[in-house]
């Protein structure tokens, strides 16, 4: 029977499920990434978010989410200006953790 709609297959994320390695790799090469509250400054300011889809914010919730792939895709935009540390209100290395996660990654 056809009522019209479809259920879209959940997002989900099991944490627990998620190999957190890398994400403590990057940690581990820049403390600072722990500062990170969210806020966007960085996004706001970014000279490639500009230009293409590239969201720092995006990627660090990517990471976090254990989504490794589609941040590795989505570093490849940035380019590494720096403007997002100047704005950042927490004082994030934004530049190192790129930098670091480009490395890892």
Request: charged share 25%; with cysteine.
């Amino acid at each position: 029977m056809d009522f019209g709609f479809t259920v879209n297959t959940p997002r989900a994320i099991y944490l627990d499920k998620i190999d957190p390695v890398l994400r403590d790799r990057i940690v581990d090469r820049e403390p600072t990434t722990l500062l990170c509250i969210g806020c966007g400054s960085c996004t706001a300011t970014c000279t490639a978010g500009q230009f293409s889809a590239f969201s720092l914010r995006k990627v660090q919730h990517l990471i976090r989410r254990g989504e490794y792939e589609s941040a590795k895709k989505s570093l490849a935009d940035c380019m590494l200006c720096g403007k997002c540390r100047m704005v950042c209100p927490r004082g994030v290395n934004t530049r190192a953790v790129v930098h670091a996660m480009l490395q890892i990654l």
